[in-house]
């Protein structure tokens, strides 16, 4: 165990309390998280919502042998203030991490980090460390389990009891998805070992036509004990630290012959697929309340044996009745579910896709020229203008080194580019802001504009906001060494942070996420200076569709919209006023309302 590990603040909100969970469900899923790693690191604050809140009610019955204090919102850190619960914060108050996702894997890595002999509990963020690490803006998977499922239950457990006789649509989701193929990275080997003890199964079920085995002249087939299903071998020797039996993995020269396509499907064990994650340990409290409910009301479960099952598997791994028992969850024993009838099983295939996308015209023709021609001759042209102050330049050689773009760990070449970029961005920014601003910098990155901008402005408030942990860390070192004392750094998803602010700020935000930034902004009615990146990734989202505004949509379709960005995106360089119109056409569709656009960078660069 190591003893250098600084102390953080963790804070969770409470909205109330229902049976065995603390509301919102998500501060439930934190407590249960640091329960089962055994996780004493951080010093915990609850945050109530409301009045009344009966202090000694909450710590002594339902927190298990975790310490918290309550607080009140307007004691929390500036930089939480501006942010969804659950968050984390350092002790300086500067750096916060935000959002149920983010939140859980710096729990997992703090206390891996603390005693690397918990390599169960790093085991938790799946192959290549990378499970809810993708946003749920842009992730189904990530949104279910981070978002619909536990709105989805609390929903279910305060709505009236005619509101609540059927069985919400996220998890049906669930359920369909638990009923989908695994892949893995090591898909093919798996797959021939389960064809493998198929066949060894197929050969222990012999049929006996003895005396003692017949009935009425029929043939009875005796069985050995059947060898547990593949899936659940892999998945529990490797909870157990076990080896899986080398019959098992030893494969046949039949079996190495079989085409790929001739191999079974493999089943999930558990919510991502073969092994327990970070998702199972949010899931659980979730399907736990929703299954208690639900056998209150008396109801019968038949049309979920898959989540049922995976409820019951759950149980199985070390450490989950443990963590349980700390935080006052009864787990439920379902035996009755295990065994119901087929017949009455629900369709699924009725639960809507939240992406499925629309029939599209088969006459279609790729490529940007028809597209421009098809919106050239509806009356949309793209208008070029000269750059409004081509002298725009920081005197970057009387700059501290920390603030250059070279500082972010980037070659020479790029570096230079950057800097050509950030002349054009924050001339434009200076124009816009007044002393007390709070100036936005959002997918931040290494802080190459925000660090800029702090250091040129020291009487505006700028925030850095970014998901990649490792590239905000950069950042935070770089203000470090240049002392700035006007700067906040907040590792979350757009979503989390609903602080107010004046000016908002973008270079390069991949894709959809530029637009998130520009809908962030115009809801916060602040002033927004953004340079787009990346027009390939641009695809339909849950909160998104495109074309964005009526005007194209009434003549573009989503296919035409998509193929023409992905060439703009990789025809860089190539036909260079081709790319610069659709560059154009492009940001136009994109666009419903601006206060300030400066695109300037992005155009000087084609």
């Not at 036509?209 to 009425?216: D, P």
């Not at 409004?388 to 020479?412: F, I, Q, Y």
């Amino acid at each position: 165990m190591k003893d250098s590990v600084a102390e953080e603040h963790l804070y969770l909100g409470l909205s109330h309390w229902y049976r065995d969970s603390i509301f919102p469900l998500h501060t439930s899923i934190s407590l249960f998280l640091l329960s089962y790693c055994d996780c004493k690191l951080f010093k915990i604050f609850l945050v109530p919502t409301g009045e009344n809140v009966d202090d000694q009610f909450v710590t002594k019955n339902l927190l298990g042998d975790l310490e918290v204090h309550l607080i009140s919102r307007c004691q929390l850190p500036v930089v939480v203030q501006s942010c969804c619960l659950p968050a984390v914060v350092v002790k300086d108050g500067k750096f916060c991490r935000a959002g149920l996702s983010v939140v859980l894997r710096h729990i997992i890595q703090k206390t891996y980090e603390a005693d690397p002999s918990k390599k169960d509990v790093l085991e938790l963020l799946g192959f290549k460390k990378t499970c809810l690490k993708a946003c749920a803006e842009v992730s189904q998977w990530t949104r279910l389990c981070e978002i619909s499922i536990p709105l989805a239950v609390e929903g279910f457990l305060t709505a009236s009891p005619e509101n609540c006789q059927t069985i919400p649509p996220d998890i049906l989701q669930l359920e369909r998805k638990l009923g989908e193929p695994v892949r893995v990275h090591n898909d093919d080997k798996i797959r021939r070992q389960k064809l493998q003890q198929q066949k060894a199964s197929a050969k222990a079920a012999v049929p006996v036509l003895g005396k003692e085995a017949t009935e009425e002249g029929k043939t009875v087939e005796m069985h050995e004990h059947p060898l547990p299903s593949l899936e659940l071998s892999i998945a529990f020797s490797k909870l157990l630290v076990q080896e899986v039996s080398d019959v098992v993995t030893r494969e046949a020269p039949n079996i190495r012959r079989t085409k790929t396509s001739d191999l079974p499907l493999l089943d999930h064990v558990f919510a991502e697929g073969l092994y327990f994650t970070l998702a199972d340990i949010v899931l659980l409290p979730c399907i736990h309340q929703f299954l208690i409910s639900s056998k209150k009301q008396g109801k019968n479960l038949v049309n979920l044996p898959l989540i049922s099952s995976w409820y019951q598997r759950v149980q199985k791994v070390p450490g989950v009745k443990k963590a349980a028992g700390k935080c006052n969850m009864e787990l439920l024993q379902l035996p009755e579910l295990m065994s119901a009838p087929e017949a009455g099983l629900q369709d699924l295939s009725s639960v809507p896709d939240e992406l499925e996308e629309e029939n599209e015209d088969s006459n279609f023709i790729g490529g940007p020229r028809p597209t421009m021609t098809k919106l050239m001759e509806n009356g949309i042209e793209a208008k070029f203008s000269p750059h409004p102050c081509p002298s725009w330049t920081l005197d970057w050689t009387n700059l501290p080194s920390a603030v250059s773009p070279g500082e972010g760990k980037m070659s020479r070449d790029r570096a230079l580019r950057k800097q050509q970029q950030l002349n054009n961005l924050v001339a434009a920014v200076t124009k816009l802001a007044k002393p007390g601003d709070v100036i936005v910098d959002f997918c931040s990155g290494g802080g190459h504009v925000g660090i800029v901008l702090a250091h040129m402005m020291p009487s505006c408030q700028v925030v850095l906001i970014e998901n990649k942990e490792l590239s905000l860390i950069r950042a935070k070192d770089r203000s470090d060494e240049l002392g700035l004392n006007n700067i906040w750094f907040i590792q979350a998803n757009l979503d989390y942070f609903n602080g107010t602010f004046n000016i908002g700020v973008a270079l390069h935000a991949c894709g959809v996420a530029t637009d998130m930034v520009i809908e962030h902004c115009i809801k916060a009615r602040a002033a927004f200076v953004i340079s787009p990146c990346c027009y390939g990734f641009i695809q339909n989202t849950v909160k998104f569709k495109y074309p964005r505004s009526h005007q194209f949509k009434e003549i573009l379709s989503y296919k035409e919209s998509s193929v023409w960005g992905l060439w703009i995106w990789i025809g860089r360089g190539l036909q260079k006023n081709v790319t610069t119109l659709s560059k154009l056409y492009l940001w136009n569709q994109r666009v419903v309302l601006q206060r300030t656009i400066c695109l300037w960078a992005s155009l000087l660069r084609v």
